[in-house]
Nanobody, 128 residues
Framework: VQLQASGGGLVQPGGSLRLSCAAS????????MGWFRQAPGKESEFVGA????????TYADSAKGKFTISRNNAKNTVYLEMNSLKPEDTAVYYC??????????????????????RGQGTLVTVSS
């Protein structure tokens, strides 16, 4: 089982970035997926999640209206579109698979322990 995030980099305040997370080794379409971020010296923070079909999403309050999660089950990939980025969005972003095929996420706050396998992250730096 492997999850690999990519697409991070340096972006100016107000800019946009699209992250990808490629999954392998499990039936991707059977699991909800989530995104988390971890800023230097801070705990992981839930960003949002998407249902297995991609038909529904939920976001942390800090991500609502700025971030959009989508997925392509044919490509075993989940995406995180980030807009209006601010320096406080600087963090390592990583994706995680749902705890089980039956797990459904609809809230605005989860911990990494609420999810299953997580992948290597990608660093996003927002700075001028």
């Amino acid at each position: 089982v492997q999850l690999q995030a990519s697409g991070g980099g340096l972006v100016q305040p107000g800019g946009s970035l699209r992250l990808s997370c490629a999954a392998s080794g499990f039936t991707f379409s059977a699991y909800a997926m989530g995104w988390f971020r971890q800023a230097p010296g801070k705990e992981s923070e839930f960003v949002g999640a998407i249902t297995k079909s991609g038909g529904s999403t939920t976001y942390a309050d800090s991500a609502k209206g700025k971030f959009t999660i989508s997925r392509n089950n044919a490509k075993n990939t989940v995406y995180l579109e980030m807009n209006s980025l601010k320096p406080e969005d600087t963090a390592v972003y990583y994706c995680a698979a749902g705890k089980s095929p039956r797990t459904y996420y609809s809230g605005t706050h989860y911990s990494p322990a609420d999810f299953g396998v997580r992948g290597q992250g990608t660093l996003v730096t927002v700075s001028s």
